[in-house]
């Protein structure tokens, strides 16, 4: 194993649920009943991804520009207001594959300006090699293509890549890919289908090191 291919919302930052009370409220504004499991069907999709899958939600009935666009506002204050929670275990994860001489990045589906001012603001902007966005390949999550594009920058085959994802999307990914995927739980509960595809289930990051021998 030579490289090591970060997702970054729910992963590496605890912004899913911040991000899930702001999309609530700006949706619940203009009376649309907004759910946890309505959420849990956007992680992970890239921002067309998304549009769509809130358009089938409610039969083309969402008035998805005015709530994204208040949605981005209230997420943003969020975050100013609370800050950006790192997530359980992603320092020492990333002091063992600093030990390890290991390569790390970071393939969102977020926009590469989001990735640097989450890095930024957490003190993390050195702790990677490079970062790809979902922005930076044709086909965002569950495709391939941002995990490919990885292993291509990084220069190693996928067979010396290991993934760390949360989210299904993220896993169908790497899974297409051809990479193994270890899954770290955020608001996603482990299901037959993720333990069947997944490489690993780990309860936090720390928990990753020990695959890493």
């Known amino acids: 194993m030579k ?9 590496l930052f605890d912004t899913e649920r911040p991000s899930f009370r702001a999309l609530k409220e700006a949706s619940e ?28 939600m409610y039969e083309g009935k969402f008035p998805y520009e005015e709530v994204i666009e208040e ?24 002091d063992a594959i600093d030990g390890r001489r290991m390569k790390k990045c970071i393939a969102s589906s977020s926009s590469r300006e989001t990735i640097a001012a989450y890095l930024k603001q957490t003190g993390l902007e ?20 941002i995990f490919l594009e990885a ?19 993220g896993l169908k990914a ?18 037959i289908e993720i333990e069947e595809m997944a490489f690993r289930i780990c309860d936090d990051l720390e928990k990753v090191i020990a695959l890493l021998e």
């Open 71 to 94: 949605y981005r506002e209230g997420f943003r204050r969020i975050l100013t207001d609370e800050g950006i929670g790192i997530k359980p275990g992603v320092k020492q994860l990333l």
């Open 151 to 169: 292993c291509k920058i990084a220069g190693e085959p996928v067979e010396s890549a290991l993934v760390l994802e949360d989210s299904l999307n």
């Open 29 to 56: 504004r203009r009376h649309f009943t907004f759910t946890i499991e309505n959420y849990k069907q956007l992680i992970g999709l890239p921002h067309g991804k998304s549009r769509d899958a809130l358009e089938k």
């Open 3 to 11: 490289l090591v291919i970060f997702d970054m919302d729910g992963l």
């Open 174 to 191: 790497a899974s297409a890919a051809g990479i193994r995927c270890v899954l770290v739980p955020d608001l996603i509960e482990p299901t």
């Open 126 to 145: 050195d702790r990677f090699d490079f970062y790809i966005s979902g922005n930076e390949v044709k086909n965002g999550k569950p495709y391939p293509d």
